[in-house]
């Protein structure tokens, strides 16, 4: 409790007048730890038990990083400036100030470098701060923060050296979340070689960075990708220097190459301008295939069109249904149509002499044995079902489609069920094949939905001759008395050797 007592005295001042002196006096406690009097506080302590008893700089970040180029000889501010600043100058204190984190709650009240040798890569900052708090204001401590300076080069330097290692870059990207047009195109390029004059390859999201010194290298290389795969192409450049006497300009050239987002297996919903493009296909359709164009077929009659990357990028659409929405089902029966009760085709359209339209009754996987109701389905698979088969099909009456054309449809012409290829019974973690793939040297990447897609695209090439025939697949060396369950490619003429190349002379590798 604070009173004041007026108990007025005068004093005389300069000019011989009184002065009245107000005396104010405090209740005073005893320190908790020493016992000295001091003003009541939320700690009843006195300074010098505070200052034992509480670490005012906890909060203070003792360890910290500094970014420093060692071509031009600058620090990194955050977030994305570089400053010149000579070893212990003021501009490199306030940049070390700056980098610790914590000192905003509290008053700086001095700070300098203790002496470091300057290729230790180290820096020592002694600070001394006071409190902010009201029981803390008279708190000043000392506190010591190290750096470690690392190296990393900044993007000026970065394009200095850049400019010398390689001129162009081909971007291939594909954004889908089905990646089997992209696994696709990767084998394409290693049985074509179309990649021999890469300086670098560089995996990023959603694709790979092809790196070249040469323009006309990374022009053989687009070229080849717009032969193979459905793709739109952007190019641009940026000037690197100019000659002014000479009139020489150096440029750095970048193509990006979309890949169209759709593949095999994807179930996609056509407008009616494209569908009249096409030969009035039928709304609904599977992509058969995926080239230089894109294979359609319509899953009901059977019948096909293509659909080229120059149409699909004029007017692009994406699939309304991914092969990780599949849905097994188990075939209960199956009778294949009559040509007469098959639906007649445009003239414009061909029908597929390879699949068969039939009737399938259906019952889901996970519900036989608890609801026996069959489901009936036509489909193009007749060539390959069978009484008590396994099959993927999309569920229409269950799926979630937010399109604007698939909205438009009438019920009646969206089947319940649109079955897409049979399932074998394959375990792929179980079993060991005879044969493999290779893969960009790239480096390793951890990506779940990239391993399922390559599991998924292997055996698209085990179930399908003609879309093995495109690629190149290796002899994987496994004792198969040890390992029965195995897959075997039957054309012994499709599996190529490994064949390393040292030192000029081709060396087989070891089979045995």
Known sequence: MEYVDFNAKSSPNKNGEDKEVIQIRRNTILCCECGAKIEPNTHNMCTNCLRDHIDITEGISKEVELQYCRNCERYLQPPGEWINARWESRELLGLCLKKIRGLKSL??????????EKHSKRLKVKLVVEGNEVDHASLRQGAIVDYTIQNQMCHECHRVEAKDFWRCVVQVRQHADNKKTYLYLEQLILKHKAHENTLGIKPMHGGLDFYFASENHARKLVSFLEAMVPVKVTNSRRLISHDKNSNIHHYKYTWSVEIAPLSKDSLVCLSPKLRHQLGNIPALCLVHKVTHNMNLIDPVSGQLSELSGLNYFRSPFEAICNPKQLVEYIVMDVETLKPSERKGSSSKNLTSDRHLLCDVWLVRASQLG???????????????????????????????????????????????????????????????????????????????????????????????????????????????????????????????????????????????
């Open 370 to 512: 608890t609801n026996d109701n069959t489901i009936h389905a036509r489909s193009h698979l007749g060539h390959v079902l069978a009484v008590g088969d396994s099959v993927l099909g999309y569920s229409m009456t269950e799926a979630n489609i937010n399109e604007a054309e698939f909205e438009k449809l009438k019920s009646d012409n969206i089947p319940d069920i649109i079955l897409v290829r049979k399932c074998h019974d394959r375990q792929s973690g179980n079993r060991k094949r005879l044969w493999k793939l290779r893969h960009l040297s790239y480096g390793h990447q951890v990506d779940e939905q990239l391993v399922r897609d390559k599991l998924d695209f292997i055996e698209d090439l085990e179930e399908d001759p003609e879309f093995r025939k495109n690629i190149n697949v290796y002899p994987e060396h496994i004792n198969v008395a040890e390992n029965e369950d195995t897959e075997v490619i039957n054309e012994l003429a499709e599996i190529l050797d490994d064949v390393s190349i040292e030192n000029g002379e081709d060396k087989m590798k070891d089979k045995s």
């Open 107 to 116: 008053n700086l009240i001095d700070a300098c470098f203790i002496w470091t």
